[in-house]
């Protein structure tokens, strides 16, 4: 009788990078947004997207029951009107994404979590909870700050939970799992004393890649695909450790436990 056949799991990333109109999470807006997914083997991109988000409002999170309580004319007033996100001028010039171009060609943020939430199911290439998309980016945490609101907002949070890889943390939250191109380009360079900032644009000027329209969130994307493929390589096909000792103790023992 012949041994069942085993198919090889395909593992897959999201590369994301997030515009945003400032720099806190719970205050500040999303501008734009921009992924690519990836297979880890090959690299091969089988999926794009890019969107501008149209102005929104702060909002209750999804699954929030309030306690219902008595509201004066001047707070129901309020609550109709919608207090606005923070939009910063100094990120909106930092980014080139104006209120105009928000207005004009921006999605609901509604429907970009949707969106979000089916692309990471087009990506996802072979069953089972371990091969679930991670994300992909650089200082990639401040990313994830912004799709926690986007999801809470979009009130999706649990479909997100459903279709992305990550760990439920000691307060039962949701963390996606990551994977970080700083800490990629640290791996490359800790070893070079010249190397004091692993800013997205200076991992790319040492690795060769050229960065067009820096804090377009989909230029950004790119380049950050194109580090991790860059560093990948490099971990992967790296035939001169020779150099380098690895530590070696005597055995004191003859049996290990697993």
Known sequence: MSAPKIEPRIYTGIVLDFETSGLDCTKNACTQIAMQGV???????????????APYNKQEFGTTVKRKVLKNKHKLEEEASGISMVYEEAALTYSAITMDMLRSQGVDLKGIASDVIEFGRRCTLSKGKQTKPILIGQNITFDIGFIQQLMNYAG???????????TIDFYGNFQPKYLDTIDLGRLTFASDPTMISYKLELIAERLGIELDDAHDADADVTATLNIAVVCSNRLRNNTSCSDTVLQKKEKTRVHFKI
């Open 156 to 166: 999706l949070t649990k479909e997100f939970e459903k279709v992305f890889a990550g």
């Open 39 to 53: 297979r880890l083997d090959t690299w091969e991109v089988i999926d794009r997207y890019v969107k501008y988000f």
